[in-house]
């Protein structure tokens, strides 16, 4: 078996074993891209072997939350585990939203091991036109009797 050796590897390695799997008191922070795509944010998180009944995604005013629970294959009591680089346990992410995001209609992807989720501009936050009265009332001053 060829092994390339990676010495930052090793180091990510201990340190999992010392602080363990994630929990759900303690999850572990999970990767992840946001991008501004047209009229919608675009957020992207890295959970792959992760099924997606493991998911959970909750929004709380600005608040969105993603978890995600990694659980060993079926059967690991059977099997001799020679390499496990891949962490158990769960993972977690908070991000605050802005205001002028509309959190009611938020879409979310699962595909390939990578959560997308779509969160839409507000339409009170895009860019709009004023119109500029011309009336009859400019330019002339308003008498106060008194």
């Known amino acids: 078996m060829l092994m390339r050796t990676d010495p930052f590897r090793e180091l990510d390695r201990v ?17 992840m891209d946001a991008y501004r ?8 998180f890295d959970i792959p ?38 962490p ?11 205001d002028t995001l509309d959190t009611e209609r938020i879409q979310a992807d699962y595909d390939a091991g990578v959560l997308t989720l779509r ?10 036109k004023v119109s500029i009265g011309t009336g009859s009332g400019s330019g002339r001053k308003k008498m106060i009797p008194g």
């Open 37 to 44: 795509e047209g009229d919608e944010y675009v957020v992207a």
């Open 119 to 128: 969160i839409p501009i507000a339409e009170r936050a895009k860019p709009r």
């Open 88 to 98: 158990l346990g769960v993972f977690s992410r908070q991000i605050v939203l802005a």
């Open 49 to 86: 072997g992760v099924n997606a009944d493991a998911l959970e995604i909750d929004v709380e005013r600005n608040m969105l939350t993603v978890k995600a629970e990694r659980r060993p294959t079926a059967g690991v009591d059977s099997v001799k585990m020679e390499l496990s680089e891949r």
């Open 15 to 31: 340190a999992q074993q010392l602080t363990g799997p994630g929990t759900w008191s303690k999850p572990s922070v999970m990767p």
